[in-house]
C-alpha cells in the first residue's frame, strides 16, 4: 500500500492509496474523501477574491470503503488527517483493520510534526 498522487478521467487530481501488487493495474484504490480546507480544495465561502489552491484542488473521492484483498481481513483505508473524524472513517461494511498513510515529510523543519529520521526532533533542541 502506498500513498499516490492520481488523476482521474477528468484529470483533477487524487490524494489517493494505491494497493500495489505487482506489474499491472493496481487491484485497489482509495481516493481521500474528506479533504483539507485550504490545503487540497479552496472552500466555496472564503471571502476574498484570491485563488489559495490552485485549480480546482482535489478531487473527493466517494467516502469511507473497506477494501479487501485475498487472504486479509477487510481493511478501512484513511488518508491523513481523516483520521481525526473517527465517527466517518467507517463503512457501513465494518473494516477489521485501519491503515493511515501520511506524509508528514512535508512539515520540514517547521512547528509541523518532526521526522522520524534524519532532521528529526534532535535537530529542534
Not at 474523501?33 to 473527493?60: K, N, T
Not at 465494518?94 to 509541523?112: E, H, Q, Y
Amino acid at each position: 500500500m502506498i500513498g499516490a498522487l492520481r488523476f482521474d478521467a477528468a484529470q483533477r487530481p487524487r490524494n489517493s492509496l494505491v494497493v500495489v501488487d505487482g506489474p499491472g493495474p493496481a487491484p485497489l484504490v482509495y481516493d481521500k474523501w474528506h479533504l483539507v480546507p485550504f490545503g487540497e480544495y479552496q472552500p466555496g465561502w472564503f471571502p476574498l477574491p484570491i485563488a489559495l489552491v490552485s485549480g480546482d484542488g482535489f478531487a473527493r473521492g466517494d467516502g469511507p470503503a473497506t477494501l479487501r484483498l485475498p487472504g486479509l481481513p477487510g481493511f478501512g483505508p484513511l488518508i491523513c488527517y481523516e483520521a481525526i473524524f473517527p465517527g466517518q472513517i467507517v463503512a457501513a461494511d465494518r473494516p477489521d483493520w485501519l491503515v493511515n498513510v501520511t506524509n508528514d515529510a512535508w512539515f520540514g523543519n517547521s512547528t509541523g510534526p518532526a521526522p522520524a529520521f534524519g532532521r528529526g526532533a534532535a535537530s529542534r533542541n
